[in-house]
């Protein structure tokens, strides 16, 4: 999630972008995107928008920001951090505007020793159960014995949350794909682990590390519980969702078929366009194409 491509912010780069609230975001032409998507049919596959997408409003007004969201027609988001919240408070947040939480990025620290039974009870509360780990620590991914190290503690995380109806998984961004050791770490990390380990696969991510992340969902079938809808594009690297180089006809049409999939996560975050539009605009697409 936080690789910095040209399609992709980091964290301290967001900062750059102004004191605009969502108020100011969302301007007349984005209201009128927003009341066609909230009347649009309902997707087949709920669509849930990554926070990471809208950060800064969410740092200065989460209340605001999520009203907006599901004003727009989106049946859930999932977090990348709590603003300071506690799990109670999220949770009312999400009822009272009509959101489901579809997933938490969760650093792998939260899931280890003791954290991992206050982990679990936060996300009871806010009624989430997929706990997505969105990047490793390096010293474990440097080599392919530390990819098989991985593993095995997320196998044993699986074995240990699934009492409580929940799945550990695993997000990526693009080294997953660079040859290590004569294999792929995607390929060494999905080879061996359990089969309810979830694969968060962002799909421009994967488009960025040379991927075509349909061989790889249909590779690992049935484990694609939750996705990352995010465009590539070589030309364009602002381009929304559906309107960049992705063939999302195939990409959806496996997910709905064979991908075990339960959530689509639209993420975008391109330096230069306001998040509140950029995000109203991808649901809009997803909804010209039928989702």
Same mark, same amino acid.
């Given at each position: 999630?936080?690789?910095?491509?040209? %399609?992709?912010?980091?964290?301290?780069?967001?900062?750059?972008?102004?004191?605009?609230?969502?108020?100011?975001?969302?301007?007349?032409? !984005? #209201?009128? =995107?927003?009341?066609?998507?909230?009347?649009?049919?309902?997707?087949?596959?709920?669509?849930? !928008?990554?926070?990471?997408?809208?950060?800064?409003?969410?740092? $200065?007004? #989460?209340? *605001?920001?999520?009203?907006?969201?599901?004003?727009?027609?989106?049946?859930?988001?999932?977090?990348?951090?709590?603003?300071?919240?506690? @799990?109670?408070?999220?949770?009312?947040?999400?009822?009272?505007?009509?959101?489901?939480?579809?997933?938490?990025?969760?650093?792998?620290?939260?899931?280890?020793?003791?954290?991992?039974?206050?982990? !679990?009870?936060?996300?009871?509360?806010?009624?989430?159960?997929?706990?997505? &780990?969105?990047?490793?620590?390096?010293?474990?991914? %440097?080599?392919?014995?530390?990819?098989?190290?991985? @593993?095995?503690?997320?196998?044993? #995380?699986?074995?240990? &949350?699934?009492?409580?109806?929940?799945?550990?998984?695993?997000?990526?961004?693009?080294?997953?794909?660079? /040859? #290590?050791?004569?294999?792929?770490?995607?390929?060494?990390?999905?080879?061996?682990?359990?089969?309810?380990?979830?694969?968060?696969?962002?799909?421009?991510?994967?488009?960025?590390?040379? *991927?075509?992340?349909?061989?790889?969902?249909?590779?690992?079938?049935?484990?694609? *519980?939750?996705?990352?809808?995010?465009?590539?594009?070589?030309?364009? /690297?602002?381009?929304?969702?559906?309107?960049?180089?992705?063939?999302?006809?195939?990409?959806?049409?496996?997910?709905? $078929?064979?991908?075990?999939?339960?959530?689509? =996560?639209?993420?975008?975050? !391109?330096?230069?366009?306001? /998040?509140?539009?950029?995000? %109203?605009?991808?649901?809009?697409?997803?909804?010209?194409?039928?989702?």
């Amino acid at each position: 999630m936080h690789l910095k491509t040209n %399609a992709d912010l980091s964290r301290r780069d967001f900062f750059k972008y102004g004191t605009a609230g969502v108020a100011a975001a969302c301007g007349a032409p !984005v #209201l009128a =995107v927003l009341e066609k998507s909230a009347h649009a049919a309902p997707a087949r596959i709920p669509i849930a !928008v990554q926070l990471y997408s809208v950060r800064f409003e969410c740092e $200065k007004n #989460l209340p *605001a920001t999520l009203a907006a969201i599901g004003k727009m027609g989106y049946n859930g988001i999932e977090f990348a951090g709590y603003y300071k919240r506690s @799990a109670a408070e999220l949770r009312k947040m999400l009822d009272d505007n009509g959101l489901k939480c579809c997933g938490t990025h969760t650093a792998l620290d939260t899931l280890m020793g003791d954290e991992l039974k206050k982990t !679990v009870e936060f996300n009871q509360t806010i009624g989430n159960k997929f706990l997505i &780990v969105p990047s490793l620590p390096e010293e474990k991914t %440097a080599t392919r014995q530390g990819w098989l190290e991985m @593993a095995k503690i997320f196998d044993g #995380l699986a074995e240990k &949350v699934k009492p409580h109806g929940m799945r550990v998984g695993y997000h990526n961004h693009t080294i997953e794909f660079a /040859p #290590l050791e004569g294999e792929l770490p995607w390929d060494t990390f999905f080879g061996n682990t359990r089969k309810d380990v979830i694969m968060q696969v962002d799909i421009g991510n994967a488009l960025v590390g040379g *991927a075509d992340p349909v061989v790889f969902l249909k590779k690992y079938p049935g484990r694609a *519980a939750s996705i990352h809808v995010k465009e590539f594009s070589k030309s364009n /690297p602002k381009a929304y969702i559906g309107d960049g180089d992705v063939k999302w006809k195939e990409v959806f049409d496996y997910l709905e $078929k064979t991908g075990g999939t339960e959530w689509y =996560v639209v993420e975008y975050e !391109v330096e230069g366009v306001p /998040p509140v539009d950029a995000i %109203a605009r991808c649901l809009s697409n997803l909804r010209k194409m039928g989702k």
